[in-house]
């Protein structure tokens, strides 16, 4: 492990480190996980006393308690919430990949730098980084996530045009953008589903800007009958 500019970084395999590692009750283990969506590309996942967020667009996700943040990459719509959640919750730190992390040292040792490959565990969560490949910005590191806990693995790429990191993760849950240009369209997002011919996951449609996501499910529902998509609402518990 070694520490710049008060960021932490993470070796391979790294189970907590410092001041962020903390024991964990069993109930936390047992207890129901769940999904939450909090619009455009953020999630919350709860598992016991555990809650995370993921690219969390605005300062309102503020009111969302959580002990961890995690943003796929650094454009504002992604991360622009992360001062005020760290600012409402003194014990949450933020994950992310270097670009990420970099905009936000001022936080010191409650950011935590990954990688592509690497491995981070916290309480019941085990936190798997994928690389992924931006739209449209060739320069920005675009880092997917598989969020694994007993009885959920959630996939979360981003804005990628290509699914294939994720191709035989074994995800209960995929949340897929189909913006097109910044990310996948409609018709490529399809395309990259069609990958996943053994085990397709139930697909969250999440950031769609101009995109009818409803025209989407309707598609996916004749491409792949046998299989669940679902376009959220802000707020919605997601069932799975």
Request: aromatic fraction near 10%; charged fraction near 20%; proline fraction near 5%.
């Amino acid at each position: 492990m070694t520490e710049s500019a008060s960021v932490i970084h993470l070796s391979n395999h790294l189970i907590g480190i410092g001041p962020i590692q903390e024991a964990w009750c069993k109930s936390d283990l047992t207890a129901a996980p769940t999904i939450r969506y909090l619009g455009h590309a953020g999630f919350q996942l709860q598992k016991g006393s555990y809650s995370l967020v993921i690219d969390p667009r605005s300062k309102d996700a503020a009111n969302t308690p959580c002990d961890m943040v995690y943003c796929t990459h650094r454009h504002i719509d992604h991360v622009g919430g992360v001062n005020a959640i760290l600012e409402h919750n003194p014990d949450a730190i933020l994950i992310g990949n270097r670009q990420v992390t970099a905009k936000f040292s001022k936080w010191g040792e409650r950011v935590v730098t990954v990688s592509a490959g690497e491995v981070f565990n916290r309480g019941p969560w085990k936190f798997e980084f994928i690389n992924c490949q931006h739209g449209l910005f060739k320069g920005v590191i675009d880092l997917g996530l598989l969020a694994r806990t007993s009885g959920l693995t959630f996939g979360h790429c981003g804005d990628t045009v290509t699914f294939d990191g994720f191709v035989g993760a074994q995800m209960d849950v995929f949340a897929i953008p189909i913006c097109g240009v910044l990310a996948a369209s409609p018709k490529r997002a399809i395309a990259e589903l069609e990958k996943f011919s053994e085990q397709m996951p139930y697909v969250v449609v999440m950031h769609w800007l101009w995109r009818s996501p409803n025209r989407f499910a309707r598609r996916f529902a004749s491409q792949f009958p046998d299989s669940r998509c679902t376009v959220p609402s802000d707020g919605e518990i997601i069932s799975f």
